[in-house]
């Protein structure tokens, strides 16, 4: 990079970094809209975003699911490193000032904070990556690289009525990817890679499908209760579970991709200081 | 200096809630609002995003779903969608320096809100 791209890099990310400071913080701990996590200053954040962009774009990725942890590890279950994730998808994004820029935009399911819609509903926001790292309490994030041909199927997805069809805003942290009762934001995007593996859009096939193919990870439940329980509130909701507490992960997402040639690759990105 | 001032001023009309959903006055003058703090923000090297557009049709590829099912049912092979993925490969894509924001990123209308009288 020559001294002079340098010097607006740095100038764009101070500003961004006011930027992020200025929002209201919330806590990060999942899905929440709004996270903000003290692990980054906004700076930290902003090079962070734009270090996953480049990666991804080096690699030819047009979309990767990506994954970030709101919650420090050991305040995690055993088996989960990771608690919100979404879509980066490559786009052309157009500015205020008219100009277009080629980068990431980000598709996440959110759960609500409580304060703009409820904490056990979730809603559908496109957003950009530096939204998504603002939100880390670690160094690194999940990386899944879908396929060329399963990329090119989720982009149709997201870009089809089926990505808002599949969307079910009854939203659990724990929600079990084998029923329909409840959402993540693991499950949603499970759900979109459905649509796009078994073309599809029927809710009780893609169900069935899933349970066919789809290996959940299975969460401790004196771990759950031990981790999530005094923050959880309404969102623990367990209902939907027969048995063991199954749920998404990026773990078991990259896992299936990976058995079924879905996957380009699946990495853990550190960010660089 | 006095770009990252005005800058500054400008940050709460970004951060606060939008609360001119249901009123076509006070939208216009929220519209206004985020006109001008876009303008600052883009004089500071950060692009406020207005749209994302969607994806070229030579990329978006064969699979058609809006309202559409399938013959395919539970149990059968997910190999289809593997396809050929050396052939579908591309190559290294480009992504801008600049850091894009989204004025709001997330509906800020507190769910309880009612909705505003008639006038």
Redesign the interface.
Known sequence: MSLRRRAAWAAAVSAAATLAAAAPPALAQDSSAHAVAAHFTPEQAAAFSKQMERDLAAKGARVAMVFRAGRGRDQLPEGISYTHGAFWVYRTIKTADGQSLSGYAVYNLYAGDGKAWPTIQSRLVQDFPLDFTRGSTVNDMAVIIPSPEMQRRIIAVIDSPAYQKVHNPAYSLVANPWSRKYQNCNNFMLDVMAVAIWDTDDPERITADLKAHYKPTIVKANALLRFFGPIADKRLRTDDQSGPIRTATYESLAAFMKDNGLLQESYIFNYQP | MRT?SL??LA??L??GPALAQDSAANASAAGGAS?EV??H??A????????????PAS????????????A?????E????????AA???????????????PD???????ATPAPGPR
């Not at chain 2, 395919?72 to 059968?76: H, I």
């Open positions: 990252l800058l500054a940050l709460p970004v951060a006109s876009a303008s923000l883009a500071s090297g950060v692009q406020t995003a207005l749209a994302v557009s969607v994806v990329v978006a590829g064969t699979v058609s779903m809006v309202g559409g099912v399938s395919a049912g539970a149990g059968v997910v190999s289809r969608a593997a396809g050929n993925s579908a490969a591309s190559g290294p894509l480009k992504v801008d320096d600049r850091v894009v924001v989204a990123p997330a509906p800020h209308v507190p769910y």
